[in-house]
Each structure stands twice: as C-alpha cells, then as structure tokens.
C-alpha cells in the first residue's frame, strides 16, 4: 500500500523529509536536482555515501558554480555527479531512496527554500511511482556529462 506525506515551506517539514530520507537510505539513492546549497542536506548526502550508499546525483551545469554550491564538494568526495549540457536547464527536484521512497515537488534543496520561499514536497513510498522517476533518471544520467573524471 501506497504511503505519502506532504510538506510545505517556508519552514523545516520539507528540509527534514529529505534529510531524514537520506539518513535511512540503505542501498541507492538517485538525486536529480536542479541545485543543492544546503549545507545540513550535503552533509546528510556524504554520510550516506561513506556509509556505503550508492549515491549519484544529476543536476543543472548552470548550478555547479553558484555561490554556495556543494555540488563540486560532493563530486570531489567521490559521489559521481553528472550536469545537463542542454542549452535549457535540467530543472527537476526529485530523488529516489532504495527503489521505492520519492520524493518530489518545487524544493529546492538550498537555505533560502528552507526559510523564505513558498515551495513544497511529496514524499511517496510505492516502488512503482519510484519506477518511472528512476527511469527518467537513467534517461537524463546516460545523457549528462561527468563533472569530474577521475
């Protein structure tokens, strides 16, 4: 049976879905977002990886190089990161935890989504509304760049 929950910001629901997802991450977690600049939601990320989760993330070559960015930090602690090229933006917030936990909606996983802006999140837990986002991730993985090669 399918579960959900639902959370708003401005304020900490959405921030603690995602962190709390990462934290219980157990094999593969697939993110694809547009940016990340939240420095508690990159830490949760890296201690997901060195707990021996595979982690790889997708997001916007525009993005990489904000002020604030953790997308290079997280690349060079090893996570394989990818950026869309595209001359349009790779503007998707969503990830999957172990093939079955999505979370999805307007999130951007930065500070100011946290506290000023009006955005929101869905957190689903059915593997087969995971099936179709994992798709669409395979999709954009396979025709995104490496960051970095090592």
């Given at each position: 049976?399918m579960?959900?929950q639902?959370?708003?910001?401005?304020?900490?629901?959405c921030k603690?879905?995602?962190i709390?997802?990462?934290?219980?991450a157990?094999?593969?977690l697939n993110?694809?977002?547009?940016t990340?600049?939240?420095?508690?939601?990159?830490?949760?990320?890296?201690?997901a990886?060195d707990?021996g989760v595979e982690?790889?993330?997708?997001?916007?070559?525009?993005?990489v190089s904000?002020?604030g960015?953790?997308?290079?930090?997280?690349?060079?602690?090893?996570?394989?990161?990818?950026?869309?090229?595209s001359e349009?933006?790779?503007?998707?917030?969503?990830?999957?935890?172990?093939?079955e936990?999505t979370?999805?909606g307007?999130y951007?996983?930065?500070?100011?989504a946290?506290r000023?802006?009006?955005e929101n999140?869905?957190?689903?837990?059915?593997?087969?509304f995971a099936k179709?986002f994992?798709?669409?991730?395979?999709?954009?993985?396979?025709?995104s760049s490496?960051?970095y090669?090592?």
């Amino acid at each position: 049976m399918m579960e959900y929950q639902i959370a708003f910001s401005p304020g900490p629901s959405c921030k603690q879905h995602i962190i709390s997802t990462l934290r219980e991450a157990n094999t593969i977690l697939n993110i694809c977002v547009f940016t990340i600049s939240d420095d508690f939601i990159k830490d949760a990320i890296k201690a997901a990886f060195d707990r021996g989760v595979e982690v790889r993330i997708i997001t916007d070559n525009y993005k990489v190089s904000d002020e604030g960015s953790d997308i290079e930090e997280l690349s060079l602690h090893g996570i394989p990161v990818r950026v869309d090229e595209s001359e349009n933006h790779m503007h998707h917030k969503f990830m999957v935890a172990d093939d079955e936990i999505t979370i999805t909606g307007s999130y951007n996983w930065t500070r100011s989504a946290e506290r000023y802006n009006q955005e929101n999140i869905v957190w689903v837990k059915d593997p087969m509304f995971a099936k179709p986002f994992n798709q669409e991730f395979e999709k954009l993985w396979e025709e995104s760049s490496e960051l970095y090669s090592y």
